[in-house]
């Protein structure tokens, strides 16, 4: 039976694209190069509907330019390159993982360390800055976007930051190192200091929870499709240095 020949239009209905997307794609390296019939019109095989479906499960789990990194790499024949890609990927993850238990065990702390924070002496933006292992003007940039909100000295004019600030500036930092963008940090603060403590926090650390987990269960789809299209693209995998396939039993 001869393999089917697909128009642009037939791979783009088939994932709910248009056909600019199918050309882009192609361009960028996501799809293998297309047959040209006579006439310079594009022929797409079922080849390039395992490399769509690949693409397409990957990208939720790794991102749109690592995606297509990983699929630009399987097709110029570099699968070694695009296996390592995947790694810096999951590497990626485990440590975002580890930074939302830091974050965790952060909030743990300052939630612990509150009464005492509440009766010591406001700090410097130097000093402060030093502690948290940021410069100075990150702090003035976080207190633009309302993140953190020292007051004046009135006598020098220099920011103090009282024990509430600090708790905002530590919990800030925390946040930054989990992705979070100063725009989202900035009204969790704000419930933050309405509530008096860090139980407002509860739902995103729950979220974030649940995003990972999400990355985590898309990363396995995006590799049971792209080992679909491996397979089509250049049979299953050999053996490996002690001869066995990686589906034989160990001796």
Do not use: C
């Amino acid at each position: 039976m001869s393999e089917p020949r697909l128009r642009p239009v037939d791979l783009a209905r088939g994932q709910g694209l248009s056909t600019q997307a199918i050309r882009n794609y192609e361009e960028a390296g996501i799809l293998p190069p297309a047959d040209r019939t006579p006439s310079g019109y594009r022929v797409y095989t079922g080849l390039h509907v395992l490399a769509l479906r690949a693409f397409a499960a990957l990208a939720p789990g790794h991102g749109h330019q690592t995606a297509t990194a990983i699929m630009r790499a399987v097709n110029e024949d570099a699968v070694e390159d695009a296996l390592a890609i995947i790694d810096d990927s999951h590497l990626q993850l485990r440590d975002d993982r580890r930074t939302l238990t830091a974050v965790e065990q952060g909030l743990r702390d300052l939630a612990g360390a509150e009464p005492a924070v509440s009766r010591a002496a406001g700090a410097f933006v130097g000093p402060l800055a030093r502690q948290l292992g940021v410069k100075p003007a990150t702090l003035r940039k976080w207190e633009r976007a309302g993140v953190v909100r020292p007051r004046r000295d009135p006598a020098t004019g220099y920011r103090v930051y009282s024990p509430a600030d600090v708790r905002d500036a530590r919990l800030a930092h925390q946040l930054r190192r989990g992705g979070y963008l100063l725009e989202q940090i900035a009204p969790l603060l704000d419930q933050v200091r309405t509530a008096g403590g860090v139980a407002p926090l509860k739902a995103m650390l729950e979220d974030w929870h649940d995003r990972l987990a999400g990355r985590a269960r898309a990363m396995l789809s995006g590799a049971a499709e792209l080992d679909a299209y491996l397979r089509e693209r250049t049979g299953p995998p050999g053996p490996d240095r002690s001869g066995r396939r990686p589906a034989d039993p160990a001796p």
